[in-house]
């Protein structure tokens, strides 16, 4: 019953740090989402990708870069982290037009 | 565009109250309603859904009605217990007719904590 497995589940990083983060679903799920959670905002989706070797722009894609590098793996990359990306950051799949089911999220400080 | 309002909270019942959150959307065409809920310490699951007008979602006690006169989609239950204490999203997404990644860019309140006191 993995379903959705991102790593790490915490990170700490200085600002100017890069960082990866990971995502794989179990569930042969064509799409696959990044979103971030912060207080009082609800979550935004910062990219998705309908399938694989396709990757588009959420709504708050600045600062960010994705690889879909199967269909299985999805990585959420901060090439250089700022204190303004410290949120909580849900990776997320779906089956084409069906229900996205998320992983357990991913806190990220950035000092 | 589209967009989702919940009402604010954080909302503190006691046990076996009734519990209703308010949820409006603004949207064009026919999208698909969701709640979802997140309890402390991990991540959002489903509760319930709906994907056209006078539909009714209901799960664990929860029940949602698709309004599309109104534009809304409140979550009710009738009896809520202190397990029920998380974190409430309501969410749409495109219409039917969107297919691949854009069915599902979920579009998110901004969540409404409740409390259930024993």
């Known amino acids: 019953n993995a379903g959705v497995t991102q790593t790490p589940k915490f990170q700490v990083l200085k600002t100017g740090q890069s960082m990866t983060l990971q995502c794989a679903q179990d569930m042969n799920h064509n799409s696959m989402y990044w979103y971030r959670q912060d207080p009082g905002m609800g979550l935004r989706l910062i990219y998705y990708?309908?399938?694989?070797?396709?990757?588009d722009k959420g709504e708050v894609p600045n600062g960010y870069n994705v690889s879909r590098l199967n269909k299985r793996e999805f990585s959420l990359r901060l090439e250089s982290a700022a204190p303004s990306q410290t949120s909580v950051y849900f990776c997320?799949?779906?089956?084409?037009?069906?229900?996205?089911?998320f992983g357990e999220g991913s806190w990220l400080t950035v000092v | 565009g589209n967009s989702v309002t919940q009402m604010e909270g954080p909302v503190t019942l006691s046990e076996e109250a009734f519990l209703t959150i308010n949820c409006t959307y603004t949207a064009t065409g026919y999208p698909s309603l969701f709640w979802y809920v997140q309890y402390p310490g991990e991540g959002l699951q489903l509760l319930l859904k709906a994907t056209k007008a006078d539909d009714k979602g209901s799960n664990k006690g929860f029940e949602a009605t698709y309004r599309k006169e109104t534009t809304s989609f409140h979550l009710e239950k009738g009896s809520v217990q202190v397990s029920d204490s998380a974190v409430y999203f309501c969410?749409?997404?495109?219409?039917?007719?969107?297919?691949?990644?854009?069915?599902?860019?979920?579009?998110f309140g901004k969540g409404t904590k409740l409390s259930v006191k024993p």
């Open positions: 969410a749409l997404s495109r219409g039917r007719t969107d297919y691949g990644g854009s069915q599902g860019n979920l579009i």
């Open positions: 990708s309908a399938s694989e070797g396709t990757t």
């Open positions: 997320a799949s779906s089956l084409r037009g069906n229900t996205i089911y």
